[in-house]
């Protein structure tokens, strides 16, 4: 009857993915999901040369670029070779390595506790609204998660079961989730633990724990390595190294309440939990722990917690940088429901403690029904009759496609979808000045949109350009001018 009730949850986990699996690149994060996007179609169109992603607004030049390890985008392309450009491949890689996070963190669940709590944990896990979401985007966020929550089991079942295969199959998924994202790096801290379960003093000297910090590492070394000679001599870069600039090393903010705020309470409390898993989380953080193993779980929230205060300012900006926080957090809670509320006896739940089931009764309504609510707003993003589209198919239609076009914005999202190479810059940024390089440079067009004119200063430059380019299309939403 579990493993049924397991793949109900499963079933459902799909269904909800499923919406819009077939939507182009637009709606919340379409700035990341462009970026990815672009070097998928580019290794379809150049060749799938692995070792040179390539963006749309690398301008003249070809375009390579600094970036985490490109594997997610590169098995799109190959989908790509064999059934045709289309983005929804890229959302259905997502889904189904969504669907092996969810099958994983079950089987380390009960690994740990029990088949009731994993049971919980991974519906919980299946239905909070950011993770459906960002499971069905274009982004490398569902590998990450994957590879992070096999990599844990099959450490954890090398070290009780010593065989040599679960050994390597751990290595090579923690290695491809730090090459996936550098900061996963946190995820050393519950292998740790285990690993002092297991060795005590010697673990130190554990010489098979050495091959596994070098296995895991040589790959992400030699790979950042080459990634930032990518940039030394091409000049385009995710940021993945700026310091203090960044996404990372912005301490100050950790003296500031705001900070603490903004991740604690606006985005892990009510985007990702919504307030009513919230509730069910802090108590689970509360309850006692039968076994040492059980602290995995502990140490594996600590470490994301470290992660959030080390990458301050891209966790500060961005809440799919805390997903990697649910994957643990969502077992605090499945042990809350498990304790208190029996599905096989809910009177006798109801008769041992009244308050609490009736209030995670009513916390379990509200999570369901706040992450539809939340759900069905990002999906509302999702908007098939968008300018933007219009503007992709007029620009295709004006211009050639070995045209370099402007997009007077920062966002990469539209030359993704005017399938053009050029430049991506706010509109501060651009002068008459800077155009005329950039037109030396080989540029074409220029496009802006009107939504981006908000103030006088950008309404003034713009009317200078009306004086100076030709208008080759105008309307309520954009403009499209010609530079030669």
């Avoid at 001599?233 to 190294?241: A, P, T, V």
């Avoid at 009107?450 to 713009?462: G, L, R, S």
Wanted: a positive charge; hydrophobic letters at 45%.
């Amino acid at each position: 009857m579990r493993k049924k009730i397991f793949f109900v949850i499963l079933t459902i986990a799909i269904l909800v993915r499923l919406y819009h699996i077939d939507f182009p690149i637009a709606g919340w994060h379409s700035w990341r999901q462009a970026d990815t996007a672009a070097i998928a179609r580019n290794y379809f169109e150049n060749g799938f040369r692995f070792f040179y992603p390539q963006i749309d607004w690398g301008g003249n030049s070809k375009g390579f670029v600094e970036t985490e390890f490109p594997i997610y985008p590169f098995i799109v392309s190959i989908l790509y070779s064999i059934f045709g450009l289309h983005e929804g491949l890229g959302r259905f890689v997502s889904v189904l390595f969504s669907l092996f996070t969810i099958y994983g963190l079950y089987l380390l669940t009960m690994k740990y506790f029990s088949e009731t709590i994993a049971l919980w944990s991974v519906f919980i896990y299946s239905i909070i609204p950011l993770n459906i979401y960002y499971s069905r985007t274009f982004m490398p966020e569902s590998t990450l998660l994957m590879c992070s929550v096999w990599g844990v089991y099959f450490f954890s079942q090398w070290l009780d079961l010593e065989k040599t295969k679960y050994f390597y199959f751990s290595a090579f998924f923690i290695s491809l989730a730090i090459l996936v994202k550098l900061p996963t790096l946190y995820i050393g801290l519950p292998l740790l633990y285990l690993a002092l379960l297991k060795f005590g003093k010697t673990t130190f000297k554990n010489k098979m724990l050495f091959l596994y910090v070098f296995i895991v590492l040589l790959p992400v070394v030699a790979w950042y390595y080459h990634a930032h000679q990518l940039y030394i001599r091409y000049g385009h870069s995710f940021g993945i190294w700026d310091f203090g600039k960044g996404k990372w090393g912005n301490f100050e903010l950790l003296l500031t309440l705001k900070f603490y705020n903004d991740i604690f309470f606006k985005s892990i409390a009510e985007r990702h939990f919504t307030y009513a898993g919230f509730i069910p989380f802090i108590i689970g953080i509360f309850l006692p722990r039968n076994n040492l193993k059980e602290r995995l779980f502990d140490f594996w929230l600590i470490a994301v917690v470290v992660y959030f205060l080390i990458v301050a300012k891209g966790n500060q900006i961005h809440e799919y940088y805390q997903l990697p926080f649910v994957l643990p957090g969502v077992v605090y809670i499945g042990k809350v429901y498990a304790k208190y509320v029996d599905i096989k006896s809910l009177s006798s739940s109801f008769l041992k403690n009244r308050f609490l089931f009736t209030l995670l009764s009513l916390c379990l309504v509200g999570t369901i029904l706040l992450s539809y609510l939340r759900y069905d707003r990002f999906m509302k993003g999702e908007n098939y009759n968008s300018y933007i589209f219009r503007l992709a198919e007029v620009v295709q239609k004006t211009s050639k496609t070995s045209d370099l076009i402007i997009s007077a914005n920062e966002n990469p999202l539209i030359l993704y979808l005017c399938h053009r190479k050029g430049w991506r810059c706010s509109i501060d940024q651009l002068n008459i000045g800077y155009l005329n390089y950039m037109t030396n440079g080989g540029a074409k067009y220029l496009i802006v949109e009107k939504v981006e004119t908000n103030t006088p200063d950008k309404q003034k430059k713009v009317n200078e350009w009306k004086i100076k380019y030709k208008i080759v299309y105008d309307d309520d939403d954009f403009m499209i001018f010609s530079l030669n």
